[in-house]
């Protein structure tokens, strides 16, 4: 009996511990804080892939974990884009290695630094120039067109909650310097 004894309590220690977690919690989980929501959110919109420059690993470009959403590196030269590279009948755009610079027919553009830096990021913006960036497409909520790749138009479905969370987790990072070019008109 001592081997059914052994056997049963294995089992029943796993049941014990779901029934227990169950009873106890009731399946909530603590409430989501709003700092939490934007940091979750910013992963889920994967706003790293071109808001942050990469390091280059056996996998493939990663987001450079010291450099997160600070833009395009500033002093990066970019190559020149072949003639008829980019058109209707060629691609439709061009990235740099690490995917913060953008080229299309629009011209190029260049990943913003998200960090709440004062001279070179969002640090002076205010919650309802980021809402409204988001919402109308204009840098500053009210100023140049933002280029694509950048899906505004799909972010700015997000409502207001989500879109104040996600504010409020990039003014809480470290401040990053990182001058980012403006963006360039198409060449002909």
């Not at 909530?28 to 690993?57: A, W, Y």
């Not at 997160?68 to 990066?76: D, E, K, R, T």
């Not at 995917?99 to 309802?128: C, H, K, Q, R, Y």
């Not at 694509?148 to 809480?172: C, G, I, N, T």
């Amino acid at each position: 009996m001592i081997g059914g004894s052994i056997l049963l309590r294995t089992r029943l220690v796993p049941v014990a511990i779901v029934l227990l977690l169950a009873s106890g919690a009731q399946g909530k989980s603590p409430p989501e804080t709003e700092l939490q929501m934007g940091e979750r959110l910013v992963q889920v919109l994967d706003c790293n892939i071109c808001h942050s420059p990469k390091v280059f690993t056996p996998q493939g470009p990663r987001p450079d974990a010291t450099r997160l959403l600070s833009g395009h590196p500033a002093g990066v030269r970019l190559p020149a884009i072949p003639k008829g590279v980019i058109g209707p009948e060629a691609w439709g755009g061009l990235h740099d290695n690490n995917m913060t610079a953008w080229a299309g027919p629009w011209g190029v553009s260049f990943a913003t630094n998200l960090t709440p830096d004062n001279e070179t990021g969002i640090g002076v913006w205010t919650e309802e120039m980021f809402v409204n960036a988001i919402r109308k497409g204009k840098h500053m909520g009210v100023a140049r067109p933002i280029l694509p790749p950048m899906p505004w138009q799909a972010y700015s479905h997000l409502s207001d909650e989500e879109l104040r969370a996600v504010f409020v987790y990039l003014k809480s990072l470290p401040p990053i310097k990182n001058e980012v070019p403006a963006p360039l008109p198409p060449t002909k």
